[in-house]
C-alpha cells in the first residue's frame, strides 16, 4: 500500500496500531487531491499523538503532532519500532536515545542523554527497561550500576529538575526510594513496577500533603515528572495502582488552566471540561490526555463544535458571538479562528488535513500580528513575520521558504529560536534560546534544522560550563573545546557527542592535566600530570596505574586501568579528598569484597561506612542520617541482618532482620527494656 502513494509533496502517514490483527490504517495527505485513503476517523481519535514519514523500506520517522519536531528516526517493522533508532526531545532537537529498539521498545544496546549532549547512561535495556548498564552524573562521574535489572540507582527528568533515588528491580523503581524536586523532597516510600506505592508527599515547607498506602491515596499537590514542557500542576483527586485515576481536578500553574474530569492509568480520558481562571473554555471527551469530541467557549459562547485529531480541529463548526456559523472544518479542511485559553485570537485562515495553508498568526500576549503568509505542510512559507511590541512593524520577510525567521514560544511569547531558513527549516546561521528563561544557548551553523558545523553551546542550568566548535547532527563532532567558568578546561577531537581522538585537558588553574588520546571518552593513550607536583602517570591503551583528577585538582581515583576502565585494585575519593570506596574493580564496577562510604546525592552527607560486596552493603558497616548514627551491625545483600538501631545516642534496638526489618531482638526505651521478642510485618509478636 505504502509503496503505490506517490505524491509531488513528501508522504505523510498516520498509524494505529489494531489490538488484534497488528496492522495499520494509513491516511495520505496530498495537497492536491486532499482526500483520505481508509480511514475511519474514530479509531485515529485514539492515536496519542505521533504521525510517521515513511521513506523508504524498513526506514521512517516520526514528528510530535502538536509542533512537527523530529522525535525518532530508525527501523520499523510490521508498523512499530525495531532494531536500530535514534529518539529527539519533544521540543528541542537533541539527541535522547541511540540504540536499539523491539517491538516499539528500548531492547538491547543503547545510550540514554541529557539536553546538552551527556551520556547519562549507557547499557543494555529490556522491553523499554534498563537492564544492565552504568549511571553518569552530568560531570561524567559513574554514580550507580544496574545488574539485571537491579540495583540502587539515582534518575531525573529531562530538564533535570526532579530526581530519584532509590532502589530499582526488573528494570523499574521497585522498593525503597525518594523523590526530589529542585533539590527538595517531593516524595518518601515505597515503590512498585514503576509507581508511587506507599509513603508520604510533602510541600515545598516539609508538610505531609498526601499519602499512599497499597497504590491509593489522596494528592493535592504533585509536579508532572513526565511532562516534556515542565509544567507544574496541582491535583486534587485519588490514585489507583498508583496512578491518577477516577473524577479529579488538575491545574496547570504556568497556563492557569484548570481540568476538572476524569483520569484513567494516570491520563485524562473520558468526559471532562476544562477552565481559565473560572471561565468554561471547553467540554466533552479526552483520550489519552487529548481533545477527542466537544465544544470551545469564548467568553462564555459557544465557539467551536465538533471532532479533535492530535488535540487539532478536525470535523467540526466555528460560531460567532451571536451563534452564527462562521466556518466549517471537514477532515481537517476548512477556514478557521483559533483562540488562547484568555480569549486571544491567535490564528485565523485556512486549513489544509489539519495544517495551516493560509493565514494570519497572532501574539498570545498582547493579541499583535505575527505572521501573515502561506504555509507549506504547515510550515511558513510566503510571509512576513512582524515584531512583538510594535504592531505591524516588519521583523522578518520569507518567500518560497527561505528568509530569516524568528520563532516565539506561544504561550510566554519569548524568542526561542531565530536563523537563516531555507526551504522551511533552519539552515546556516542561527540562534537558539531557552523557553523558559530566554537566555542564549546556542549560537552557531544549523543544517535542516539540527545543530551542523561550528557553534557554541551554553545550557542555563549548567551555566558555568560551555562548549565551542564543531557539530554534527546535533552532537559534539569534530574539533573543539569546553570552558569552565570561562577557564579552557579541554581541547581537541570528537566523535558522535563523546571526546575521541587527540586532546588535552586542563585544571582550573591552566596546569595541564592530560595530554593525549581519548576512546570513547575514556583516556587511551597519554600522560596524566598532577596538579600541585611534577609527579606524572602514563596509560598506554588504556592500560597502567595511574591517579585521576576532577578540574579542580581533588583526586577522584588511584589504581588500575586496563582497556580503559578500572581493573583491578583501586580507590575512589570523594570531594573532600576522603576515600569513599577500596577495593576491586572489574570494567568500572565495584566487584568482590572492599570498603567504603555512601553519601546523599544531595548534600553530600554522609550515609554509610563499611564493607561491601558487589557494590552491596555486605558485612560489618554503619548506617548515618544527617552524620548522626542510626545503626551498627552486620549487613547481608544491601540490607541490615544483625546490629543495634540509635536514637540520640542511645540504643534503641539489638536484635536480628528480615529483609531489612527487624524480626527478633530487644527494645529500648530512655535506657530500659521494652520489649524482648519476636517481630511479624514489623508488629511485636512475642514476649
Not at 512576513?384 to 522578518?396: A, H, Q, V
Request: proline content about 0%.
Amino acid at each position: 500500500m505504502i509503496n503505490e502513494i506517490s505524491s509531488a509533496f513528501f508522504k505523510r502517514i498516520v498509524f494505529s496500531i489494531l489490538p488484534t490483527s497488528k496492522l495499520f490504517k494509513i491516511i495520505k495527505y496530498n495537497k492536491n487531491l486532499q482526500n483520505l485513503l481508509n480511514v475511519n476517523i474514530v479509531d485515529f481519535m485514539s492515536f496519542s499523538g505521533r504521525y510517521v514519514i515513511y521513506e523508504k523500506n524498513g526506514f521512517g520517522k516520526e514528528y510530535n503532532s502538536c509542533n512537527d519536531k523530529l522525535i525518532y528516526e530508525g527501523e520499523y517493522l510490521h508498523g512499530e519500532r525495531n532494531r536500530k533508532g535514534v529518539e529527539y526531545y519533544h521540543r528541542r532537537p537533541e539527541k535522547l536515545f541511540e540504540g536499539e529498539f523491539k517491538n516499539g521498545k528500548r531492547h538491547g544496546k543503547g545510550i540514554e542523554y541529557n539536553r546538552i549532549g551527556d551520556i547519562i547512561f549507557e547499557g543494555e535495556y529490556k522491553y523499554g527497561k534498563k537492564w544492565n548498564g552504568i549511571g553518569n552524573k552530568y560531570d561524567n562521574r559513574k554514580y550507580y550500576e544496574i545488574i539485571n535489572g537491579k540495583g540502587k540507582v539515582i534518575e531525573s527528568n529531562v530538564s533535570g529538575t526532579m530526581f530519584y533515588v532509590g532502589e530499582f528491580m526488573n528494570g523499574e523503581r521497585n522498593g525503597k526510594g525518594k523523590e526530589y524536586l529542585l533539590n527538595i523532597l517531593d516524595f518518601e516510600g515505597i515503590y512498585k513496577n514503576g509507581k508511587r506505592w506507599e509513603g508520604n508527599a510533602y510541600d515545598f515547607m516539609g508538610q505531609i500533603l498526601y499519602k499512599l498506602k497499597d497504590g491509593k491515596g489522596k494528592d493535592i499537590f504533585k509536579y508532572d515528572n513526565n511532562n516534556y514542557m515542565g509544567y507544574e500542576y496541582e491535583y486534587n483527586g485519588n490514585y489507583l495502582n498508583g496512578e491518577k485515576s477516577g473524577k479529579a481536578e488538575e491545574r496547570c500553574i504556568q497556563t492557569n488552566i484548570t481540568y476538572e474530569g476524569k483520569f484513567l492509568n494516570g491520563k485524562r480520558d473520558g468526559k471532562g471540561e476544562e477552565y481559565y481562571d473560572d471561565d468554561l473554555i471547553f467540554k466533552g471527551e479526552f483520550l489519552y490526555n487529548n481533545r477527542r469530541k466537544g465544544e470551545e467557549y469564548l467568553n462564555g459562547k459557544l465557539e467551536y463544535k465538533g471532532e479533535y485529531l492530535f488535540d487539532k480541529k478536525w470535523n467540526g463548526v466555528g460560531y460567532d458571538s451571536k451563534g452564527e456559523k462562521i466556518y466549517e472544518i471537514i477532515k481537517g479542511n476548512g477556514n478557521v479562528k483559533e483562540y488562547s485559553p484568555n480569549g486571544t485570537l491567535i490564528f485565523e485562515g485556512e486549513l489544509i488535513n489539519g495544517k495551516k495553508a493560509k493565514g494570519k498568526e497572532y501574539f498570545q500576549k498582547n493579541g499583535n500580528i505575527k505572521f501573515e503568509g502561506e504555509y507549506l505542510n504547515g510550515k511558513k512559507w510566503n510571509g512576513i513575520g512582524y515584531d512583538l511590541n510594535k504592531n505591524r512593524k516588519i521583523k522578518y520577510k520569507i518567500k518560497n521558504g527561505n528568509g530569516y525567521i524568528y520563532e516565539y514560544d506561544n504561550n510566554l511569547a519569548r524568542l526561542t529560536i531565530e536563523g537563516e531558513y531555507i526551504n522551511g527549516e533552519i539552515n546556516g546561521k542561527g540562534k537558539e534560546y531557552d523557553e523558559y528563561n530566554d537566555k542564549l544557548v546556542y549560537e552557531g551553523e544549523f543544517k535542516n534544522g539540527k545543530r551542523n558545523g561550528k557553534g557554541v553551546a551554553k545550557e542555563f542550568y549548567k551555566a558555568s560550563f560551555y562548549y565551542e566548535g564543531q557539530y554534527m547532527n546535533n552532537l559534539k563532532d569534530g574539533y573543539g573545546k569546553e570552558y569552565f567558568y570561562n577557564k579552557l578546561i579541554y581541547e581537541g577531537e570528537y566523535k558522535e557527542g563523546r571526546r575521541h581522538g587527540k586532546g588535552k585537558e586542563y585544571y582550573i588553574n591552566g596546569k595541564i592535566k592530560f595530554d593525549g588520546e581519548y576512546f570513547n571518552d575514556e583516556l587511551w593513550n597519554g600522560i596524566i600530570y598532577e596538579k600541585d607536583s611534577n609527579d606524572a602517570f602514563r596509560i598506554n591503551s588504556g592500560n597502567g596505574y595511574i591517579k585521576n583528577y576532577n578540574i579542580l585538582g581533588n583526586l577522584i581515583f588511584e589504581g588500575f586501568y586496563k582497556n580503559g576502565k578500572k581493573n583491578g585494585h583501586g580507590k575512589e575519593y570523594n570531594y573532600n579528598n576522603e576515600i569513599i570506596y577500596e577495593g576491586e574493580f572489574l570494567d568500572d564496577k565495584r566487584v568482590g569484597y572492599g570498603k567504603g562510604k555512601e553519601y546523599d546525592y544531595l548534600d553530600e552527607s554522609l550515609l554509610y561506612e563499611g564493607e561491601f560486596l558487589n557494590w552491596k552493603r555486605n558485612g560489618d558497616g554503619k548506617e548515618y542520617n544527617d552524620d548522626e548514627l542510626i545503626f551498627q551491625g552486620l549487613f547481608k545483600n544491601g540490607e541490615r541482618w544483625k546490629g543495634k538501631e540509635y536514637e540520640n545516642g542511645e540504643v534503641v534496638f539489638d536484635g536480628e532482620y528480615f529483609k531489612g526489618k527487624r524480626c527478633k531482638g530487644k527494645e529500648y526505651e530512655d535506657g530500659e527494656l521494652i520489649f524482648e521478642g519476636e517481630y511479624f510485618k514489623i508488629e511485636k509478636d512475642g514476649q
